[in-house]
């Protein structure tokens, strides 16, 4: 193994699977070969002055095999109380390797609730921060007693990267059972070819298979690894994909891949390396708090705004801030300083009587009512009422809180429960409970879900096509209001001057900012 470091110090991010730290079946007997590399691998590590943050599953494994059982059960509060069982003693595990060779350990349990709250986000970055200085080794697990089902990280991947972001890493490892990312499952495809670099994971996205390549215990598989390395790589850290078995090729990956002192673009024979797959990081990243609201935080409400105003946010003069006379219409409830999700409705133009023709027409002009012309002077702002939403799952999912799921749209009832849990968990919504509304598209149905087809206004009662204009809304950011959100409803689409005299005072000018673009 490597002892003497080519490169500057760096921030390391090491995330162990389930699958790398015990057996996948019964009796679930840990890896201690592998564990005890991680560790040898770790600490050389740390004597060439890097800091190194281990993300590390395996506390259900370990539960099940201190219980005696074959399985963990389906249920969230089975899984719970085994990875309570098996998280003191993994803990335990890791102190013991890592003690051997002198090295502290720390164990930081964590929660989605304690990254989408600023205050906790930013004590948790303290702690790590003060950790890496004394030179302490924090092992990070999900805190699984307390994260409802609904909000959990999920998977030890996605984790990891929000970890990578809180301590602004440069190289996330995502240790697993597999090499590299395939261009199809290699495990059915002989003639699968790995994918040594990636420089868009979007693009990557949709030319490989990411049929699951996870185990029995696990629950990550490649597509959480894509995740994981698209909020990893947008932060900064470089993100790679590499089996468990060969740990000591960090080494090489580190000195030959971009750093703190070298560019992406000054390393351009990448593919030469041990086989792995590396996600590169952006050039430019995101700064912290830009990723926090992208990515970190837990969006109260939603403020649906019009074409022009989209494109006066998205310009750089705006500094990322929202005026009121661009906004058509508010999701609540939310209290001012909670995020909410920026959503751009557009028209688009129905081609034909079919729903699945329809195209959209960005030639079309956008409301004047914008900040391009806050006075709005000749404009009219179009306010539809969201009874006029032609499904009943979309008039739910667009429309505010009180409107309750059809019968015929049974896949939407989870949302409730999953708003009822974050309302109930998290400090800031307490005093306003959140919305169950759009919070659900990205919550629960991901990014893909996050474009709302509105069909408004071109169905008559019965359903049949009445006009060739409709609507789609589109979440295109996340930002923090500046107002609540009835007062909001109340100065929308008037002059920022008008403020004052709608609402009897003026906390700013703006009712969102710090708007991130995603
Ligand atoms: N937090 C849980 C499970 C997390 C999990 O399964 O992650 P992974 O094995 O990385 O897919 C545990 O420690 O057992």
């Given at each position: 193994m490597s002892g003497k470091t080519k490169v500057p110090p760096m921030t390391i991010v090491i995330k162990l699977g389930t699958s790398s730290i015990v057996s996948p079946s019964y009796p679930f007997l840990?890896?201690?070969?592998?564990?005890?590399?991680?560790?040898?691998?770790?600490?050389?590590?740390?004597?060439?002055?890097?800091?190194?943050?281990?993300?590390?599953?395996?506390?259900?494994?370990?539960?099940?095999?201190?219980?005696?059982?074959?399985?963990?059960?389906?249920?969230?509060?089975?899984?719970?109380?085994?990875?309570?069982?098996?998280?003191?003693?993994?803990?335990?595990?890791?102190?013991?390797?890592?003690?051997?060779?002198?090295?502290?350990?720390?164990?930081?349990?964590?929660?989605?609730?304690?990254?989408?709250?600023?205050?906790?986000?930013?004590?948790?970055?303290?702690?790590?921060?003060?950790?890496?200085?004394?030179?302490?080794?924090?092992?990070?697990?999900?805190?699984?007693?307390?994260?409802?089902?609904?909000?959990?990280?999920?998977?030890?991947?996605?984790?990891?990267?929000?970890?990578?972001?809180?301590?602004?890493?440069?190289?996330?490892?995502?240790?697993t059972d597999v090499e590299c990312l395939y261009t199809d499952n290699p495990r059915n495809n002989p003639d699968a070819k790995p994918v040594r670099v990636v420089r868009d994971v979007e693009k990557v996205r949709q030319q490989v298979s990411t049929s699951t390549l996870?185990?029995?215990?696990?629950?990550?598989?490649?597509?959480?690894?894509?995740?994981?390395?698209?909020l990893a790589t947008a932060a900064g850290t470089t993100t790679v994909v590499m089996h468990s078995g060969k740990v000591a090729d960090i080494f090489s990956v580190i000195e030959k891949g971009p750093g703190p002192c070298r560019e992406v673009s000054e390393t351009p024979h990448l593919e030469e390396g041990p086989l792995c797959t590396r996600f590169l990081r952006r050039e430019t990243a995101m700064k912290d708090r830009k990723w926090w609201i992208a990515?970190?935080?837990?969006?109260?409400?939603?403020?649906?705004?019009?074409?022009?105003?989209?494109?006066?946010?998205?310009?750089?003069?705006?500094?990322?801030?929202?005026?009121?006379?661009?906004?058509?219409?508010?999701?609540?409830?939310?209290?001012?300083?909670?995020g909410v999700r920026i959503v751009v409705r557009r028209r688009i133009r129905n081609n034909g009587p079919s729903r699945g023709s329809i195209d959209v027409d960005d030639s079309i002009p956008s409301s004047p009512t914008t900040n391009d012309t806050p006075s709005g002077a000749g404009g009219q702002i179009h306010h539809p009422?969201?009874?006029?939403?032609?499904?009943?799952?979309?008039?739910?999912?667009?429309?505010?809180?009180?409107?309750?799921?059809?019968?015929?749209?049974?896949?939407?009832?989870?949302?409730?429960?999953?708003?009822?849990?974050?309302?109930?968990?998290?400090?800031?919504?307490?005093?306003?409970?959140?919305?169950?509304?759009?919070?659900?598209l990205t919550e629960k149905l991901g990014t893909a879900a996050s474009l709302i087809q509105a069909s408004i206004g071109g169905h008559q009662a019965d359903g049949s096509s009445s006009s060739s204009e409709e609507w789609e809304e589109v979440e295109v950011g996340k930002g923090l209001a500046q107002y609540n959100s009835v007062e909001i409803d109340?100065?929308?689409?008037?002059?920022?001057?008008?403020?004052?005299?709608?609402?009897?005072?003026?906390?700013?000018?703006?009712?969102v900012d710090s708007i991130t673009i995603l």
């Open positions: 840990p890896h201690l070969q592998l564990l005890s590399s991680i560790v040898e691998t770790v600490v050389t590590l740390r004597s060439q002055g890097h800091r190194v943050v281990l993300v590390s599953s395996g506390a259900i494994g370990v539960g099940l095999r201190r219980m005696n059982l074959r399985e963990r059960g389906k249920g969230l509060q089975q899984k719970q109380a085994l990875a309570a069982i098996g998280q003191g003693r993994l803990i335990a595990l890791w102190d013991n390797l890592f003690s051997q060779l002198d090295q502290p350990i720390a164990q930081i349990l964590l929660t989605r609730m304690d990254i989408s709250d600023r205050t906790r986000y930013l004590n948790a970055q303290n702690t790590f921060s003060e950790l890496l200085q004394m030179g302490v080794v924090p092992i990070v697990n999900e805190n699984d007693t307390v994260s409802v089902s609904e909000i959990k990280f999920g998977d030890n991947d996605t984790l990891s990267a929000i970890s990578s972001a809180i301590v602004h890493a440069d190289y996330l490892f995502l240790l996870g185990t029995s215990l696990g629950t990550g598989g490649m597509s959480t690894k894509l995740i994981a390395a698209e990515h970190g935080l837990h969006s109260a409400g939603t403020v649906v705004i019009d074409e022009g105003a989209y494109r006066a946010i998205t310009r750089r003069e705006s500094g990322g801030r929202l005026l009121p006379a661009g906004v058509v219409r508010v999701e609540g409830p939310f209290a001012s300083h909670q009422h969201p009874s006029t939403l032609a499904s009943p799952a979309l008039r739910y999912l667009t429309n505010n809180s009180n409107v309750a799921p059809q019968p015929e749209t049974p896949h939407i009832q989870p949302v409730l429960s999953l708003s009822s849990s974050i309302a109930s968990l998290d400090p800031l919504s307490r005093s306003v409970p959140a919305s169950p509304a759009i919070h659900a109340r100065i929308k689409g008037i002059k920022s001057a008008h403020i004052e005299q709608v609402l009897g005072y003026s906390e700013s000018e703006h009712v």
